[in-house]
């Protein structure tokens, strides 16, 4: 059995119509998928305690997007970890040991203010090293443009 060039065009036709159909369907269902992907709910009914679960939430960084806080982020393992300090406030444990909690199991770099250690202190105090060697060089600077 042959297939004329005409059918050949038609049959090419309908098969990217339904392709650009599926391509659609599924686009349109990654994103119905995104928006609700981000918690919006209250976590607590208390008002304090909702304000301490976002500003908690706000200061753990989502270990698969690195520059986002597991508040703003999608991925999986942000909610898990919504969930998991949802569930240690709700045992009673302060932000110090929700804290130690996640810097022990994921390290660190899960916080976005890391706590002052020995293996931190270089993170803490560069800030002021930097600015004391930039304060040098601009005096050693503005030194030689008056002498000459």
Same mark, same amino acid.
């Given at each position: ?36 992907? $981000?918690? =919006?709910?209250?976590? /607590?009914?208390?008002?304090? #305690? ?6 908690? +939430? !706000? @200061?753990? %960084? ?7 806080? $597991?508040? =703003?982020?999608?991925? /999986?393992?942000?909610?898990? #970890? ?6 240690? +406030? !709700? @045992?009673? %444990? ?26 931190? +202190? ?27």
């Amino acid at each position: 059995m042959m297939i004329s060039g005409k059918e050949t065009l038609g049959l090419l036709l309908t098969m990217r119509i339904n392709q650009n159909n599926i391509f659609l369907a599924l686009f349109l269902s990654l994103i119905m998928n995104f928006t609700h992907a $981000i918690d =919006s709910g209250l976590a /607590f009914s208390d008002p304090k #305690l909702q304000q301490r679960y976002e500003t908690l +939430i !706000s @200061e753990i %960084r989502c270990l698969v997007c690195q520059n986002q806080s $597991i508040k =703003s982020s999608n991925v /999986f393992l942000a909610v898990d #970890l919504r969930n998991e300090v949802r569930i240690m +406030i !709700s @045992e009673g %444990r302060s932000n110090k040991e929700i804290a130690n909690f996640l810097a022990d199991r994921y390290g660190e770099f899960v916080l976005y203010r890391p706590r002052f250690k020995p293996n931190t +202190i270089f993170l803490w105090l560069s800030p002021f090293i930097f600015l004391m060697i930039g304060m040098f060089v601009v005096y050693k600077v503005v030194r030689k443009k008056i002498i000459t």
